[in-house]
Structures are given as C-alpha cells and as structure tokens.
T-cell receptor, first 113, second 113 residues
Framework: AQSVAQPEDQVNVAEGNPLTVKCTYS??????LFWYVQYPNRGLQFLLK??????LVKGSYGFEAEFNKSQTSFHLKKPSALVSDSALYFC???????????FGDGTTLTVKP | DGGITQSPKYLFRKEGQNVTLSCEQN?????MYWYRQDPGQGLRLIYY???????QKGDIAEGYSVSREKKESFPLTVTSAQKNPTAFYLC????????????FGEGSWLTVV
C-alpha cells in the first residue's frame, strides 16, 4: 500500500521570505514523487518530480524539492515567495510496482505582500 | 495545442438523471484517469484505464461508469446511483509506467439541482 501525508492544511508566508510545504510518504518499494499546483477552478499543473538520482530536484517557477529517504519526506521549497505563488499544492506518490498514484489532501499556500 | 480537453465546464443534473462528462486527449497517452475533488479537499480516484478497452475501479467507483473505446477518449457517466455527485471532476492522462507525469484537464463542475 502507498500513502502520502501533507501535515499542514495551510501555510502562510510573507512575500520575499522562503517557503516550505511539507510532504511525507509511505511505499513498499521505491517511490516516485511529484508536486502539483492548482489555482482556483483549474486543473492541476505539474511542478516537479523525483524519480532517481540527485536528491534535490528543481522544477518550474523557481520551486525545488528535496527527497529524504531516511525521513520519507519530499518537501517543496522556494527561496523567495511571490504573491502569485498563492495556490493549493498537492504532493503525490507512486510505488514502482503500483498502477496508480496517490495524492495528498493538499496544502493551501498564502503569500502576503 | 496538445493537451486534455474536458467538456462541459459546468453541468447541472436533475435528481435521477444520468450525465456524461467528456474527456479527450491528444497527447497519445495510454493511461487515463478520472478524479473527484470536493471543495477544499484532495483528489479521489474514480476510475483509471491503462489501455484501450480496459479499465479499473479506483477508490470511489460506486455510482460512476466509464468506457475506453478509443485511446484518446475516456468519458465518465455519473449515474443516478451516485447520491452526492456535486463536485469538481478532473480528467488526466499519462504514459504508462510509474515515473511518468500525470497531466490534467481543466476540470468540470457538476451540480445537482
């Protein structure tokens, strides 16, 4: 079985400050990990993914995420937040042996000017 | 442009009525998915298909039906057996294989009137 947890329903940061959105996962095999962003009334947009290799993954719009196998985490980060980053963020995991992905419940990021 | 097209964007269903949501992709992806998203909540998998003429139930398949007669099309029917169908429905597609990114359509709102 595979699962993913986003422990924070909401994250608030000031514009220009660094941001972190947390994600932890559980899989029986090796994980494939993904981050998506959703703006109101829209579909999900892909930000970045970890498949294998370097633990630090860089993605779209200046976002990056760090894969930590010992802590089973894949936190999303950005050095300097923008107001336009305000949105709903989803972490997803897929076991190498699974036929489908599992999504977290989402974290609402609010960046205040 | 390549992508996933969902229609209609907004749909109203009367009690006891079946409705069908359309999903078409021109990305040449083998796998297609339907998710349900309730306001302020995460994604729940309804059905998925990894190849034409084959599909599997997801976590909340009761009250829904699908078909996959063509590679590019994966329509979802919300039947009268689905007692609480009001939600945002997202169609998605990907190549098969765990590390492949899932791409989403813009979603369809279904409301019971």
């Amino acid at each position: 079985a595979q699962s993913v947890a986003q422990p924070e329903d909401q994250v608030n940061v000031a514009e220009g400050n660094p941001l972190t959105v947390k994600c932890t996962y559980s899989v029986s095999g090796n994980p494939y990990l993904f981050w998506y962003v959703q703006y109101p009334n829209r579909g999900l947009q892909f930000l970045l993914k970890y498949i294998t290799g370097d633990n630090l993954v860089k993605g779209s719009y200046g976002f990056e995420a760090e894969f930590n196998k010992s802590q089973t985490s894949f936190h999303l980060k950005k050095p300097s937040a923008l107001v336009s980053d305000s949105a709903l963020y989803f972490c997803a995991v897929r076991d190498t042996n699974a036929g489908k992905s599992t999504f977290g419940d989402g974290t609402t990021l609010t960046v205040k000017p | 442009d390549g992508g996933i097209t969902q229609s209609p964007k907004y749909l109203f269903r009367k009690e006891g009525q079946n409705v069908t949501l359309s999903c078409e992709q021109n990305l040449n992806h083998d796998a297609m998915y339907w998710y349900r998203q309730d306001p302020g909540q995460g994604l729940r998998l309804i059905y998925y298909s990894q190849i034409v003429n084959d599909f599997q139930k997801g976590d909340i398949a009761e009250g829904y039906s699908v078909s996959r007669e063509k590679k590019e099309s994966f329509p979802l029917t919300v039947t009268s057996a689905q007692k609480n169908p009001t939600a945002f429905y997202l169609c998605a597609s990907s190549e098969t294989g765990g590390g492949n990114t899932i791409y989403f359509g813009e979603g369809s709102w279904l409301t019971v009137v």
